[in-house]
């Protein structure tokens, strides 16, 4: 995906501080692409060939895994409740996964009801099992050994809207 032309403007009255011209510059941050829930399901299996990008958040570098692929999207369920909620937006990398060096990793992956996110693990059978971190409200999803489970990437970061709590 090509990376947009990206201005950001600092709350300081409309004058960039030096510090953030220079970081934008030495491509200290990176836009990531934001993608709806229902364009992930239509081509999760080639991401990069998404044409429906609702957005883009700009990260930094350090947030990312060298050699990474990113992308993002809004989370539609709590089934990772406390540790992601509804509405959070889910940074993952493409480019990790294969299955066997991913067990205990948090990721996305395509089931037929849209995209979840779940710990990956497998039983002493090797049949995948995809663990919510909720479980007093979801099931784990289990996958035989013979079918292929379908990972999207390894959720690698999210950005959370803090409620104000008095």
């Keep these: 995906m090509p990376a947009p032309n990206i201005v950001i403007q600092p709350a300081t009255g409309g004058k960039k501080s030096a510090s953030i011209d220079e970081k934008l510059k030495s491509r200290q941050f990176v836009p990531i692409p934001l993608i ?96 919510p971190y909720n479980f007093f409200k979801y099931r784990k999803v289990y996958i035989s050994k013979d079918k292929e489970v379908s990972i999207i990437g390894t959720v690698e970061w999210c950005w959370k809207k803090v409620e104000k709590v008095i």
């Design 36 to 131: 709806s829930g229902n364009a992930i399901k239509k081509e999760f299996k080639n991401i990069d060939l998404i044409k429906d990008i609702e957005d883009y958040i700009v990260v930094s570098k350090e947030m990312l895994s060298e050699g990474g692929n990113y992308f993002c999207f809004k989370l539609t369920e709590d089934s990772m409740s406390p540790i992601l909620e509804n509405g959070d937006i889910i940074g993952v990398n493409y480019s990790k996964r294969t299955p066997n060096t991913l067990r205990g990793k948090m990721i996305a992956a395509m089931i037929d009801e849209g995209v979840i996110v779940r710990y990956l693990n497998w039983d002493s059978s090797n049949n995948y099992i995809l663990e």
